[in-house]
């Protein structure tokens, strides 16, 4: 009896949590398809002069890429969720996979301002690259888009008593404690607006949380509001 009250309490969990990322993914792609629609139809209309007819092109298009970064996080989601990773397990080197995504996140940093370091040393781990690809960049990422301009990007990676290990550093808005736990829920944003103005998807830290499951790691968050955020992912 005591084991279907709790089979069925979690089952009505996850029909809640679907029908709530359901409600949400309408909501995220209704924003920028209303958007889209919009400025198509002005236009559409023969009224617009060359330079906002630039403008309005510009904000289509912008609009357009978020909505394929959030269709492209909710794909490599449901492949987590279903354990469907195409890719199989090999032997990958850290430190130079996180010197790779360093070098791509370099203009996205210099356009903030912010200096991001790589220190640490090589180490192997054997995992699904193209995963641990997605959380090194997720976290990275993260750490550029919610810093401060003149701000500090840190990116460690070697091996401690603990295991391997990747921590990413940064001197940002910082997360406060009682929402620490929440960052890694899908669409869940400690700053709505400015998760809006750097076109975050949400679904970032969900994407490294579901990583860090599948290679059966730890994620531990020390954050400080106005301070910054330190996350470690152990292996």
């Known amino acids: 009896m005591g084991n279907d009250f709790i089979s069925r309490v979690e089952d009505e969990e996850i029909v809640k949590l679907r029908k709530e990322f359901s409600a ?89 301002s912010v200096c991001v370091e790589l220190s640490g040393e090589p180490v192997v781990l054997y995992g699904v690259k193209q995963v641990l690809d997605e959380m090194i960049f997720n976290l990275c990422e993260n750490a ?44 869940y944003r400690v700053d709505k607006s400015h998760s809006r103005e750097t076109g975050g998807t949400g679904l970032g830290l969900s994407i490294v949380k579901h990583g860090a499951m599948l290679h059966h790691a730890q994620i531990k968050v020390d954050s400080e509001i106005g301070k910054g955020t330190k996350m470690e992912v152990i292996f």
Not at 42 to 63: A, T
Not at 89 to 96: G, P, R, T, W
Not at 157 to 183: F, L, N, Y
């Open 24 to 112: 949400n993914v309408s909501h995220e792609l209704k924003t920028p398809l209303t958007s889209i629609s919009g400025y198509a139809e002005i236009m559409k209309s023969g009224m617009v002069n060359r330079e906002d007819m630039i403008v309005f092109s510009e904000r289509i298009y912008k609009e357009a890429s978020r909505m394929i970064a959030l269709i492209d996080d909710i794909i490599k989601l449901s492949k987590l969720d279903e354990d469907s990773v195409e890719v199989e397990h090999e032997d990958v080197d850290l430190y130079e996979l996180a010197g790779d995504i360093v070098e791509r996140l370099a203009m996205s940093a210099r356009k903030r």
């Open 144 to 187: 550029i888009k919610y810093n401060v301009p003149g701000g500090k990007v840190k990116l460690w990676v070697g091996q401690t008593p603990e295991g391997v290990k990747i921590i990413v550093e940064d001197t940002g808005i910082g997360i406060p404690k009682d929402q620490q736990e929440r960052v890694f829920e899908r669409f």
